[in-house]
Structure formats: structure tokens, C-alpha cells
């Protein structure tokens, strides 16, 4: 790709089959180093051509201060990091939800190829947009955030299960209005983890890792003990083994704060853990067996 600043305000770039194609650059393109954009996308929209550039961000250098964070992302709480904030991306708004709809009904009622029709799918369209461009901006400043604050970020490995995980609950507790946020959240906040993660790894070059997590959320993280039961429901964890309470998005990304290894397991001698569970550990005969449920998926 072959682009060139002609002036302050004004670049050229040479588009396959076209030749040289100014632009006028926007306030943001003024301050963007335009020959590291690696591709370009011209586009028509509300009437105007657009050449949007890829470019990708300068690293953040590192906090230096030997900090990790780990990352669960739900549906629930799109991130919660193990620093015990949650993040949330923000999503259309109901009334903003209910505009759609209205307007996708306008066009279904009108009559085909009118002006009418035209319109109420632009404003579809634009309100789609409104969406994407909330996202964008939440991964930008959320990637920068994690960037700067941390020496190590660590990300679950992202599987189906897991982004599926929190809308629908488990059998016992199926999450509430599981269809609308199947529906709802699922596609657009997975565009939306995807890209979180590729732009900490752009501003964190190096210091990104990936833990395969299987049992982030059944895992207590002071103990270690794995126990579906511990799960209580979706909000909250309560360790059968040793008590500890904690929410649960929160122990999840601890879990995936501790890395690889993850946290050691419970050792067996009685008394262990503090706080005992007094349910599961009144009849404490001998040290028992460590038991561990492993659900089937
Ligand atoms: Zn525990």
C-alpha cells in the first residue's frame, strides 16, 4: 500500500485499479503515522467516501511494577478482572433497542424500493453502528487500561462453553431471560472479546498469555478445591471445602490470574483451610480423599 501526505490536511493513496485518490484526513488521521497502516478500506457512507487505515497501536511500555491481572469474560460481566473491577461494554440501550425495532417494522411496511424504505433501514443501520462504535471504544480503553496498569495479562483461552456460560446457567439454576441474552449478547460481545484481546496484545506486546482454563469458574481461588456445588449461583462462589466466598466472575479470573499451574490443590490434613464448610466437613473422621467433580459437559 502506497500512501502519501500532500500536506496538513491533505493525503493520497494509491487504490488498485483507481491510481492516486486524495482524501482530506480526519482529526485523527492528522496525528496517525498513515505509512504503517498495513491496509486500507474505502467505503461509502451517508453519503461520503471514506479511506479508513488500519494502523496498528504503539506498544504501552510496562508498568514495571511485576503486576497480573487475570481476565474472565462473560456475558454477565463482560470483563472481570481479578483486581475484583468489572468491566462492562457497554451495550444499545433498551430505548435504543426499541428504536430498531420500529424502524425494521417501518421498512417491512413499506412499500418496496420507496424512499421511505430507504430511510428506515438507514436509520437501522445507523443505529447498528451507534453499537459497533460503543464497542471499539470500550476495547480501546479497556486494552489501554490493562496495558499500562499490568506487567502480565492473562487471558482464558476462549471456547463456546464459556461464552455461553453465563446466560444459560446450569441446569439446576438456569439463568434468567436465557433466550434474550443468548440472542442478545452473545454475537456482539463475542466480536467484542475477540478484538480485546488482539489490542492488548498489540499495546502489550510480549505480555500477553493465554491460560487453557477448564475449570476457571468451579475452582475455588484460595483453595483450589474444583466443585460444581461450589457454585451457588451465578452471581456468587461459596467454596464447599473451605468457605471462601467470593463472586464469582471475580474467583474465575483470579483462577486465570494464577496462570498455567493454576493454584495448588487442597492439601489433605484436617483443618485445612480456616474457615471450614460445616455441612460438607462436620464429620471429619480421617483425612479424606480429595474428590473431584468433573462435570460432563
Ligand atoms: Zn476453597
Known amino acids: 500500500m502506497v500512501v502519501q501526505k500532500l500536506n496538513r490536511r491533505w493525503a493520497q493513496v494509491k487504490v488498485p485499479g483507481c491510481g492516486w485518490v486524495r482524501f482530506r484526513l480526519s482529526a485523527k488521521g492528522k496525528g496517525?503515522?498513515?505509512?504503517?497502516?498495513?491496509t486500507f478500506r474505502v467505503s461509502y457512507r451517508n453519503g461520503q467516501w471514506h479511506a479508513a487505515f488500519a494502523v496498528v497501536p504503539e506498544p504501552i511500555p510496562a508498568p514495571g511494577t511485576g503486576g497480573v491481572v487475570g481476565i474472565d469474560r462473560g456475558v454477565r460481566i463482560t470483563a472481570a478482572l481479578s483486581d475484583g473491577r468489572k468491566l462492562n461494554c457497554p451495550q444499545l440501550t433498551v430505548k435504543e433497542r426499541a428504536q430498531i425495532r420500529k424502524h425494521q417494522r417501518r421498512a417491512a411496511h413499506a412499500p418496496k424500493g420507496s424512499s421511505?424504505?430507504?430511510a428506515a433501514y438507514a436509520k437501522v443501520a445507523g443505529l447498528k453502528a451507534r453499537e459497533v462504535n460503543r464497542r471499539k471504544d470500550w476495547c480501546e480503553k479497556t486494552s489501554t487500561l490493562l496495558a499500562r496498569t499490568?506487567?502480565?495479562i492473562r487471558f482464558e483461552k476462549l471456547n463456546i462453553k464459556n461464552m455461553t456460560r453465563s446466560a444459560k446457567g446450569t441446569v439446576e439454576q438456569p439463568g434468567r431471560n436465557v433466550r434474550q441474552k443468548a440472542g442478545l449478547n452473545r454475537g456482539t460481545l463475542a466480536q467484542g472479546w475477540g478484538l480485546l484481546r488482539r489490542r492488548t496484545e498489540q499495546k502489550a506486546p510480549g505480555r500477553v498469555e493465554d491460560v487453557p482454563a477448564p475449570f476457571t469458574s468451579l475452582r475455588c481461588s484460595a483453595c483450589?478445591?474444583?466443585e460444581k456445588k461450589s457454585r451457588k449461583s451465578q452471581a456468587d462462589f461459596v467454596c464447599v471445602f473451605c468457605g471462601f466466598t467470593c463472586n464469582a466472575d471475580e474467583n474465575a479470573s483470579i483462577n486465570v490470574a494464577a496462570g498455567q499451574g493454576g493454584?495448588?490443590?487442597p492439601r489433605q490434613t484436617a483443618g485445612a483451610g480456616g474457615v471450614t464448610a460445616a455441612s460438607s466437613r462436620s464429620s471429619a473422621r480421617e483425612p479424606q480423599p480429595i474428590r473431584v467433580e468433573i462435570p460432563l459437559f
Open 150 to 152: 499490568y506487567d502480565v
Open 263 to 265: 493454584i495448588p490443590r
Open 224 to 226: 483450589g478445591w474444583i
Open 116 to 118: 421511505r424504505k430507504a
Open 32 to 38: 496517525a503515522r498513515l505509512p504503517a497502516a498495513k
